[in-house]
């Protein structure tokens, strides 16, 4: 069953069009990669699943219910259950590690905060770090701390756009099995935008790729790897 439907979907910036019809489903608790270079549509179509822009036409379906129809905001973003992840994280600089967790909580007037706060902290072992500010965390704290405040809302969807862009090497490589792990022990239907065809490889269930806002492609790793498309011959350099 999907967890997210495009159906149609249609997009422009001024004169330019990003998405040309476009469909797409996303399979429920599977990790989906949306693989493209820059200007293929792929942070455009996470914004618009998340609410954050309003397609020209087609229809958005999530979690079974219309979220978008042609130009109108059925389901605002609040109420989608989702979490985003920015390719910047945009974590408040003014925040500690607590309070950027405790965000969304005290915004929603959740009860037990202190608590959830502190389960998410264990469970990224930022304890040490509640009262420091982002501006004393490494890359790799950072993200644990954007990937908690996401994930302490309880979302059934994580979307991330290109979240592992300003990591080295080996912590890319860490980060990218903690996400794989993170999918299933939340149980999270993940869709995740990158440039980099082999951070797709390492974690993806269902690889999708664009071209100026065309699906070129779409299947698993192997099928993939296996393709004689022309466009992925250019873009990947197995």
Request: charged content about 20%.
């Amino acid at each position: 069953m999907s967890t997210i439907s495009l159906a149609e979907v249609t997009h422009s910036y001024g004169a330019k069009q990003v998405l040309q019809r476009l469909s797409l489903d996303i399979d429920g608790s599977q990790l989906t990669c949306l693989l493209g270079g820059s200007g293929s549509g792929k942070t455009t179509i996470l914004r618009l699943i998340a609410g954050l822009e309003t397609p020209q036409g087609g229809l958005i379906t999530i979690l079974n219910k219309v979220a978008t129809n042609k130009n109108h905001l059925i389901i605002p973003p609040h109420q989608r259950k989702l979490g985003f992840i920015f390719q910047d994280l945009a974590l408040w600089p003014h925040f500690t590690v607590y309070k950027n967790i405790a965000f969304g909580l005290t915004e929603q007037k959740q009860k037990n905060i202190k608590e959830t706060v502190h389960q998410m902290l264990d469970y990224f072992g930022l304890q040490a770090y509640s009262e420091k500010y982002p501006h004393q965390l490494s890359g790799g704290q950072q993200q644990l701390v954007a990937l908690s405040r996401a994930l302490v809302l309880k979302p059934k969807i994580l979307l991330m756009d290109e979240p592992l862009a300003n990591l080295d090497v080996k912590l890319k490589r860490k980060t990218l099995g903690l996400i794989k792990k993170l999918q299933q022990n939340f149980d999270l239907t993940i869709l995740f935008v990158t440039h980099d065809h082999k951070e797709a490889f390492a974690i993806a269930d269902k690889i999708v790729i664009l071209n100026e806002g065309v699906i070129e492609l779409t299947g698993s790793v192997e099928q993939i790897k296996n393709s004689d498309n022309e466009y992925l011959k250019y873009f990947i350099e197995f």
